[in-house]
C-alpha cells in the first residue's frame, strides 16, 4: 500500500513536470529509436542475402572466371580468359554428383535497337540448360534450343522490360531487334523475375544462343560463369571439391599457385552474410551502449538539477515522515519512469524510421522484438542505473531544508 | 492532562563546533510540554527559538542534551527512526506554507499519510480539508489559493495523521491580519480540542493568543509564564471591518 502511493508520487511529479521529464526522456528516446532503425535495416539486409541464397537454389554453386571474385567482379586489368565453355561440358561430362550446368557470357550494357526505338539492356549468351538451371524459362514464344545453340543462330529471347521499351503493346515475337550490328529474331518472351535482392531489374535482358553471344557479339572464346545445380544438396562439399581439382587440371595449374576461377557455394554465401551480420551486430551492439549510456548521463545529470531544485519539496517529504528509502524508491522510479517511457516512444518511432526508410531506400527492413525487447529493458536499466547517485543525493537531504525561506 | 509531550533537558546545539565559526545558537534549554498546552515560543530573529522548534520537533538534533517526546528518548534516533516519529506524532505548519507546487490541495494534506502505514488516505486527507473549512477547495492548485487559504491547507497536512503536537513556525509570518486571526483561531479551536499546539513567533501580539508563554534570548529561556487571559483569535476578527464582505 504504502509503496503503491510512493509508485504513484513518482508519476504524479514527473507529470507535474513535463518539460523536464520530456528532456530527461530525449535521449533515450533517440538512443532507442537509432538502436531499432539499424537493427531493422541490418536484418533487412541478411534477410536480402538470404533470400538471394534462396533463389538461386540451395543445390547450385558457382563456378566464375577469375580469382577471388566472390561479389562476381571482374579483377583489376583484364578479364580472366582461362574459364571456357569446354570446362562446363567437362564438368557436366566428368562429376558424377552435377545434375546440369549452364555456362553463360554476358555484357552488362548494350544497346539494343528496333525500328527508331532503342534502350540499353544486358546481353547474356547461354546454353539451353539456362531454362532448368535457373529456373528461369519463355514466358512467350520459345526458349533457346539447341539447334540454336549448334547453328549460332540469330535469335533471341527478350525479358519484359526489354519487351516494354522496345515494342511497348506491340507483338515482339517473329519481330527483329538489333545488337550493335547484328540482327536477331525474336522467338520468346522470359518470365518475369521482377527486382532482384539487390534492386537490379531482372527482366531487362537479351538471351542469346551461347554460340552467337561469343562469335557474333563479344567475339571471345571465353565465358564469364557457370552455374552448376546438382543432382543432390548433401553432395555440395564434394562436388565443389572435384569441380575444383577437375578445372585446375584441365586449366594446368600447377600446385602452390591459386585458382584462376572462384567456386561459390550457397552456405558459403550464407556465412559471408552471418559474418557481415555478426560484425554489424557487434557495431549495434556499441552504438546502442554508447547512446544509452549517453541518455543515461542526461537523464543522471538532469536529475540532480531536479533535485537540487526540489530539496524543498524533499524536505518537506522528510520532515512529514519519508525515510530514506522512500525517496530513494522515488527518485529511481521516476528515473526508471523517464527512461523507460523514453525506450517506449523510441521504439515507436523507430518503427516508423524503419518504414520510412524502406520506403525511401527501397530496401527491406526488419524490425526485430527481441531486441526492442532488450532495448526496452535496457533503457529501464540504464534509468535505474543513472538514477542512484541522484536518487542518493535526494534521500541524504535534511528535513530541516524544508524550512529554510 | 499532566502527560508530558516533551521533555527537553540541558539542550545546546552549536554550529561548527571547535572552528573559529562556532556558533552557539541553544545554549541551554530545558523544557516540558504537557500534552493540552497552547505555547507560545517568543523572541527576537537570531534568538535560537526556531532552533528549539527544530530540535523539539525532531527535525535537527541537539549538539548536547535530551529530549524525550512522548517519554521515548529521540535525540539518538536515527535519521529514518526520527522520520517516523515525526509522521505519526508531529505535525509542522511553516512560515512559507510549504505546499508542492502543481500539486492539488488534497494532494499536498495526502502526503503524511504516503509515508504512513494507514489506509483511505483520500477519505482521511477530505476530512482533514473540511476540519480546516477548505473541503470545496480540494481540488485548488496552491497557485489558486490565498495565502490563508494555503496555510490552512498546511494545517490540514499537519492534522491529517492526527498527531500529538503541531509545530508552527511563525505560521503568520506571510499573511495579513485578517489571515492571520483565521490561522490563530484556528490553532485555538484545534488546542480547545486536545491537540497539543506549538507557535514559534516573534510578535508579540500573535504570541498572546497562547496559554503559556516562554521567551527565548540568545540561546536561553529568559522567561516562562502562563497567560491567564490569552486573547480570542475568534473575537478579533469579528473586530475587523468588512468580515462579510469578504467571507
Request: hydrophobic content about 45%; charged content about 25%; aromatic content about 4%.
Amino acid at each position: 500500500m504504502k509503496s503503491l502511493r510512493i509508485i504513484g508520487s513518482a508519476f504524479k511529479s514527473l507529470g507535474r513536470n513535463k518539460l523536464r521529464t520530456f528532456l530527461m526522456m530525449i535521449g533515450v528516446i533517440i538512443g532507442i529509436m537509432a538502436l531499432t532503425m539499424v537493427v531493422a535495416a541490418g536484418l533487412g539486409a541478411r534477410q536480402r542475402v538470404m533470400e538471394r541464397v534462396r533463389k538461386f537454389g540451395l543445390d547450385s554453386l558457382m563456378v566464375r572466371a577469375g580469382a577471388g571474385q566472390t561479389m562476381g567482379r571482374p579483377s583489376d586489368g583484364q578479364p580472366t580468359a582461362t574459364l571456357k565453355v569446354e570446362d562446363a561440358e567437362a564438368i557436366l561430362r566428368e562429376i558424377k554428383q552435377v545434375a546440369d550446368v549452364s555456362p553463360q557470357l554476358h555484357r552488362p550494357q548494350m544497346d539494343v535497337k528496333y525500328g527508331d526505338k532503342s534502350t540499353s539492356t544486358m546481353v547474356l549468351g547461354a546454353w539451353p540448360s539456362f531454362a532448368t538451371v535457373w529456373d528461369w524459362g519463355a514466358a512467350a514464344g520459345d526458349f533457346i534450343d539447341d539447334e540454336d545453340v549448334a547453328g549460332a543462330a540469330r535469335v533471341c529471347v527478350i525479358g519484359p522490360t526489354v519487351q516494354k521499351d522496345l515494342f511497348g503493346g506491340a507483338k515482339p515475337i517473329g519481330e527483329m531487334i538489333r545488337l550493335g550490328s547484328v540482327q536477331f529474331e525474336v522467338k520468346g518472351i522470359l518470365v518475369a523475375k521482377g527486382t532482384s535482392p539487390s534492386g537490379g531489374d531482372m527482366d531487362n535482358r537479351v538471351m542469346i544462343p551461347m554460340t552467337t553471344m561469343m562469335r557474333r557479339i563479344a567475339n571471345i572464346d571465353y565465358i564469364t560463369n557457370i552455374k552448376v545445380r546438382l543432382k543432390s544438396v548433401k553432395d555440395m562439399d564434394k562436388a565443389a571439391g572435384s569441380i575444383k581439382a577437375l578445372l585446375r587440371e584441365r586449366h594446368k595449374t600447377a600446385s602452390g599457385i591459386p585458382d584462376d576461377f572462384t567456386i561459390t557455394t550457397p552456405e558459403e554465401v550464407t556465412e559471408t552474410a552471418e559474418k557481415v551480420a555478426g560484425t554489424f551486430n557487434l557495431l549495434l551492439i556499441l552504438v546502442a551502449g554508447v547512446s544509452l549510456i549517453a541518455g543515461g548521463v542526461i537523464v543522471s545529470n538532469l536529475m540532480l538539477i531536479s533535485i537540487s531544485e526540489r530539496r524543498k519539496e524533499i524536505g518537506l517529504r522528510k520532515a512529514v515522515g519519508a525515510q530514506k528509502k522512500n525517496i530513494t524508491l522515488q527518485f529511481l522510479l521516476e528515473a526508471a519512469a523517464v527512461t523507460f517511457t523514453g525506450g517506449i516512444i523510441g521504439v515507436a518511432l523507430g518503427v516508423a524510421g524503419s518504414k520510412i526508410l524502406e520506403i525511401v531506400t527501397k530496401t527491406p527492413t526488419a524490425v526485430s522484438w527481441p531486441v526492442v525487447i532488450l532495448g526496452l529493458v535496457f533503457s529501464s536499466l540504464v534509468g535505474l542505473i543513472a538514477g542512484i547517485h541522484p536518487a542518493r543525493r535526494a534521500a541524504s537531504i535534511q528535513p530541516i531544508e524544508a524550512l529554510k525561506p | 492532562m499532566n502527560d508530558f509531550i516533551v521533555q527537553a533537558q540541558n539542550i545546546q546545539k552549536i554550529y561548527n563546533p571547535g572552528k573559529t565559526s562556532e556558533v552557539a545558537a541553544v545554549r541551554d534549554v530545558s523544557l516540558d510540554i504537557r500534552k493540552g498546552e497552547f505555547l507560545g515560543i517568543m523572541g527576537a530573529s537570531g534568538s535560537g527559538k526556531s532552533t528549539v522548534m527544530n530540535i523539539l520537533g525532531c527535525l535537527d538534533r541537539p549538539t548536547s542534551g535530551t529530549v524525550l517526546l512522548d517519554r521515548k528518548e529521540v535525540s539518538g534516533l536515527s535519521d529514518d527512526e526520527l522520520a517516523k516519529v515525526r509522521n505519526k506524532l508531529i505535525g509542522f505548519v511553516f512560515q512559507s506554507f510549504n505546499l508542492l507546487p502543481r500539486t492539488t490541495a488534497l494532494e499536498n494534506v495526502e502526503l503524511p499519510l504516503v509515508y504512513s502505514e494507514r489506509a483511505n488516505i483520500g477519505r482521511l486527507a477530505r476530512m482533514a480539508l473540511e476540519a480546516v473549512g477548505l473541503k470545496h477547495r480540494d481540488n485548488h492548485y496552491p497557485g489558486e489559493l490565498s495565502g490563508g487559504e494555503q496555510q490552512r491547507v498546511a494545517i490540514a497536512r499537519a492534522l491529517v495523521n492526527e498527531p500529538e503536537i503541531i509545530f508552527a513556525d511563525e505560521p503568520t509570518g506571510n499573511l495579513d491580519s485578517r489571515s492571520s486571526y483565521e490561522v490563530i483561531s484556528l490553532f485555538q479551536k484545534l488546542n480547545e480540542q486536545g491537540k497539543t499546539i506549538v507557535l514559534v513567533t516573534h510578535e508579540p501580539d500573535i504570541a498572546e493568543h497562547a496559554r503559556r508563554i516562554i521567551r527565548i534570548s540568545d540561546g536561553r529561556v529568559v522567561e516562562d509564564r502562563v497567560n491567564e487571559n490569552p486573547k480570542s483569535a475568534e473575537e478579533e476578527l469579528r473586530k475587523l471591518p468588512g468580515k462579510e464582505a469578504k467571507e
